[in-house]
């Protein structure tokens, strides 16, 4: 099987771990992975804002630059969610003849990460070891975008020495939304306030997700509150071992 | 402004509202435990039908098949009415709604009108157009009564006094009932049951008085001409059945094929709106009856923006929405604001996307965006309304009706040549993390000046690592 990273625009500048992460557990599931260095970003913001007619040519050079691979693998639900969905609607509107046929074909192998483990790869141990008391956040777009249902929380079990807790009030929105914490700044801070409230109400040293930018947005608000919790993407969990702790 | 109604004039934007409303701690506690506990008992009840997502598939269906033959079917309706004896007058926006009910109490020589709650009248600002022609309308839901005392606007669409809590109504009703009709007693407590008793009182000469009454309808049947009012306090009864003119004001999308159909909604409304089995009243009426109920119907179609939105194939399906509000209890935008927020008769998420095609985007340009595109809404809709994909489309229109040429859109268009290249993505990678380590301290960046204000004012941003993926991947792995 051909398997491609589609590491996004985002976790490639911010969050260069996570995709290192993605690399070393399929890799150390026996699985030779490639990352097309054509690739850039999936359109989600633009698409999100209201700029289509922009995320065009980033769907057109997504469909490109992957469409040559068995599996597309992406550690970000949302950019997954956006590809899926999205990327057929906007060749639908905006593309050509061969655009719709290339994105048609290149939407089913094209997975979230922990959806690639759990439903192609058929894996929910895949070695790690992690012994920290650790809550897992479900993202709107994992949640109801992708419904990996407890995919992650299957994968997040089966971590050697984890101490897997509840987060009170999971499916309730962080408030990020991309642009919406810029545009609508007081209202995400105020939905922000409740998530960070019940993340340290777990008591747990690490919150993680399927999805860096809620991460980034909680994570910067427990940071500004003075918390210590850590805020971690799901796939570094998944890649700590005994030897090799993150 | 055009002539519809929606929106409240002189409304701010969304975001300012929404600033005012956060710091108001009494309405965000009032609103998380109304929103909460009406939630819960939502799914509850819904888990109940082992055929809810059917009974919802098949809603969406009945709708769908409305929204196709509306034309047909209001003909049908129409003539289904006349029928029975009632009359239908069409009114293309709200001055015109308003013109004709106005006339039609003036015939009655009438200066009162005892009114059921109803979404059409609220949209239309019937109240104040009749309080221009000299009649007064009377709420007669409780919530609804609550906003009529309190000079004040409903915030919800099924419960309109959602933002007050108990004290609040109570010291309301001791201050405002002696005005008109009964006035509260002196010691009124509290409890939900002794309110609505104070208003039950206060509205009693009213009820039976009034020679006219208004109200909305939920649903209406074009093949049997049956109009429909389902309610929680035999209030609306008492309205339908008193009075000797009945005027119903009814936007056309709410008109359904047949009276089979009402099957699928009378299970699916009371439980997506109160989280009850069944509601206490369902008040159903054709036409006219001699000597039972009203010996007048008149049933007023409304448009007032339906028909451009039913041109719109994705924005057409906001008019399957039946009103029941479980979206806004699912909505944590909603849930932190408020309904006043959204400047409109319609709040939350529903209001979000049928306010901005009602008046058009312009009107109400900052709507699309007051939502993060989180999906409850769309979980919770009894139809299937796919709220977050009509959001994202009416915010292609509104930067549309922007020409692009804003701050945000020469942004958008920069950042779009910078991600269709891998080389200027690898160059601004390079320059951001130079720029952002330069910003911060201790590997974060705290408070920023500018737009970005508003995202720093409460949260911290790491400082971009030196080496992107990208580098890593270049160095580690393409060598090998
Ligand atoms: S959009 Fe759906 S959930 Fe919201 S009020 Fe309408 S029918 Fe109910």
Redesign the interface.
């Known amino acids: 099987m051909r398997i491609a990273l589609f590491i996004t625009c985002f976790n490639d500048t911010m969050f260069p771990g996570t995709g290192r992460a993605v690399v070393t557990v399929l890799e150390r599931l026996g699985h030779t992975v490639d990352f097309p260095q054509e690739q850039t970003c999936c359109g989600q913001m633009h698409f999100n804002t209201g700029y289509r007619p922009d995320a065009v040519p980033l769907v057109a050079r997504f469909a490109r630059t992957f469409a040559d691979y068995d599996a597309i693998v992406t550690p970000s639900a949302s950019c997954a969610g956006m590809v899926k969905e999205n990327h057929p609607l906007l060749a639908e509107e905006y593309g050509h003849e061969q655009l719709r046929r290339d994105v048609a074909g290149l939407v089913p192998r094209v997975h979230e990460f922990t959806e690639f483990l759990t439903d192609v790869l058929k894996v929910t141990d895949v070695g790690a070891h992690f012994p920290h008391r650790v809550s897992y956040h479900p993202t709107c777009h994992s949640l109801r975008g992708l419904r990996l249902g407890d995919r992650p929380q299957q994968l997040l079990r089966a971590v050697r020495g984890i101490d897997l807790v509840d987060l009170p009030a999971a499916d309730s929105c962080c408030g990020f939304g991309g642009t919406f914490a810029v545009k609508n700044a007081d209202t995400s801070s105020a939905m922000l306030a409740d998530k960070t409230a019940g993340v340290l109400a777990t008591g747990a040293e690490v919150l993680c997700a399927a999805d860096n930018s809620c991460l980034m947005h909680i994570g910067g608000g427990l940071s500004r509150q003075g918390s210590a919790v850590r805020t971690m993407h799901l796939a570094e969990i998944l890649a700590s071992t005994e030897g090799d702790q993150l | 402004m055009s002539s519809r109604g929606v929106v409240w004039l002189g409304s701010p934007s ?2 300012d509202a ?2 005012v409303a ?1 710091k108001d701690d009494q309405l ?1 506690a009032n609103l998380k435990r109304a929103t909460g506990t009406i939630r819960d008992k939502r799914l509850t009840v819904a888990a109940e039908l082992d055929d809810w997502e059917e009974l919802r598939t098949a809603a969406e269906a009945i709708k769908n098949r409305t929204a196709r033959h509306l034309d047909h079917y209001l003909v049908q309706l129409e003539e289904s009415v006349t029928a029975a004896g009632g009359t239908v007058h069409w009114a293309s926006d709200a001055a015109e709604a308003n013109r004709i009910v106005t006339e039609l109490v003036q015939a009655t020589g009438e200066r009162e009108v005892v009114k059921v709650k109803s979404m059409a009248t609220q949209e239309i600002g019937l109240n104040e157009a009749l309080a221009e022609a000299g009649i007064t309308a009377y709420e007669t839901d409780l919530a609804e009564l609550i906003v009529q005392l309190g000079d004040d606007r409903p915030s919800h669409i099924l419960v309109p006094a959602i933002h007050k809590n108990r004290t609040e109504i109570r010291d309301l009703f001791r201050a405002e009932m002696g005005h008109w009709g009964q006035p509260a007693p002196e010691d009124l407590t509290d409890e939900p049951r002794e309110l609505a008793e104070a208003a039950r009182r206060h509205l009693r000469q009213k009820f039976l008085t009034a020679k006219v009454a208004v109200s909305g309808a939920n649903f209406a049947c074009a093949d049997t001409g049956t109009v429909l009012v389902v309610e929680s306090e035999g209030n609306g009864r008492m309205c339908l059945t008193l009075p000797e003119t009945l005027i119903t004001v009814m936007g056309i999308e709410k008109v359904l094929p047949t009276w089979s159909d009402l099957e699928v909604f009378l299970q699916l409304l009371p439980r997506s709106s109160t989280g009850e089995r069944m509601n206490p009243y369902t008040s159903t009426w054709s036409g006219t009856t001699e000597g039972d109920g009203p010996s007048e119907f008149h049933l007023v179609l409304l448009d007032n923006g339906r028909t451009d939105t039913l041109a719109d194939p994705v924005g057409r399906q906001t008019l399957g929405c039946i009103r029941c509000s479980a979206c806004l209890n699912v909505c ?2 909603f849930e ?2 408020g309904g006043h927020a959204y400047g409109s008769v319609y709040p939350g998420p529903i209001g979000a996307v049928l306010t901005p095609q009602l008046v058009g985007v312009e009107q109400a340009a900052s709507l ?9 809404c ?2 919770a809709c009894p139809v299937k309304i796919n709220i977050p994909e009509v959001l ?1 489309h009416l ?6 009706a922007k020409d ?1 040429h804003t701050v ?2 020469l942004a ?2 920069a ?2 040549k910078v ?4 080389r200027l ?1 690898g160059a ?2 390079k320059a ?2 130079l720029g952002g380590r330069a910003l911060a301290r201790n590997g ?1 960046i705290g408070r920023l000046p500018g ?5 720093t ?6 400082a ?2 030196a ?8 160095k580690n ?1 393409e060598s090998e």
Not at chain 2, 369 to 375: H, I, R, V
Not at chain 2, 419 to 422: A, G, M
Not at chain 2, 467 to 474: G, I, P, V
Request: proline share 12%.
């Open positions: 969304f975001p929404a600033r956060l965000r944590p935008v932190r604001t699309p965006f007051a939502s993060t595109l989180c999906g409850a769309y979980d994202a915010r292609a229109k509104v930067v549309e692009g945000e859109g958008m268009k950042a779009g991600l269709d290249s891998p993505l601004a990678q951001a993390a974060k737009p970005l204000h508003g995202w004012d409460t949260r911290d941003t790491p971009p690592p080496e992107s993926f990208r580098t890593w991947w270049r792995r």
